[in-house]
């Protein structure tokens, strides 16, 4: 984005070099698929403005670097069908990265986009990013999940008092096999602590080394060259 382009990486300047990035650093597991969804944000910003699919974009190269475990499932919102193996009764789930702010209460935010919803599109889950997040909820029989987040709380989220739910969640749920419905979901919650916005207080804001003896948080931040 146009205001915070000084806060990226020396590599990570530009489009072609995030997603470049993206392809040689992202983490590899035996067996672990990430099947991602395009936010309605920062990326979301430069797909309206270009009309580049981002998220296609990063899959291609993804693929161009040899990694078959990145899965595009497009802008915004996708819904996977959950599909009961013995009577093919079927529910849904959403996985969405939406836009906006965060709001005072954890779940409001999440609380007010399934009450907007038709009652035909409802989802059984609902997985939500975006809002770095942990919480677990159940609201109009949408079991509600916000699965945290893999970023440190920043400078911007400093600023604006905005908390990092650094974690993520595992869930188990239980379908009933004549209607498809999710009787039951079970939600672990997982959190991590670190120190990493005063670890890399050099990266977001281009500190030069401090002076033997005086404390880094007594200099200004300097801008990029």
């Known amino acids: 984005a146009p205001f915070n382009r000084h806060d990226l990486l020396p590599d990570g300047h530009g489009m072609d070099s995030q997603v470049r990035y993206l392809a040689k650093h992202y983490p590899q ?27 296609r974009y990063a899959e291609k190269t993804m693929r161009d670097a040899g990694r078959l475990d990145w899965v595009n499932l497009g802008y915004m919102e996708a819904f996977i069908p959950l599909v009961n193996a013995n009577t093919g009764a079927e529910s849904k789930m959403l996985v ?5 702010g965060s709001a005072y209460a954890l779940s409001y935010s999440v609380q ?9 599109e409802k989802p059984g889950i609902g997985l939500w990013g975006h809002y770095h997040k ?3 909820g159940n609201i109009r029989n949408v079991w509600a999940i916000q699965a945290g987040t893999t970023q440190d709380q920043t400078p911007f989220m400093r ?16 379908q009933d096999p004549q209607t498809g419905a999710i009787v039951r979901c079970r939600v ?5 602590f670190n120190l990493g916005l005063q670890e890399n ?5 281009s500190l030069p080394p401090a002076p033997q003896g005086l404390p880094v948080d007594t200099l200004e931040a300097a801008p990029h060259p």
Do not use: N
């Not at 007010?112 to 035909?120: F, Q, Y």
């Not at 672990?188 to 991590?192: G, T």
């Open 112 to 120: 007010k986009i399934i009450e907007a919803l038709e009652g035909g």
């Open 159 to 174: 600023s604006k008092r905005l908390e990092a739910h650094v974690g993520g969640v595992m869930v188990k749920a239980t």
């Open 96 to 100: 969405a990265h939406p836009g906006g």
């Open 201 to 205: 207080d050099a990266v977001y804001f």
């Open 29 to 55: 597991r035996k067996d672990i698929i990430t099947y991602a969804v395009t936010g309605d944000d920062h990326e979301g910003w430069y797909s309206r403005g270009t009309g580049v699919d981002i998220g």
């Open 188 to 192: 672990d919650l997982m959190r991590w």
């Open 134 to 136: 942990l919480w677990f």
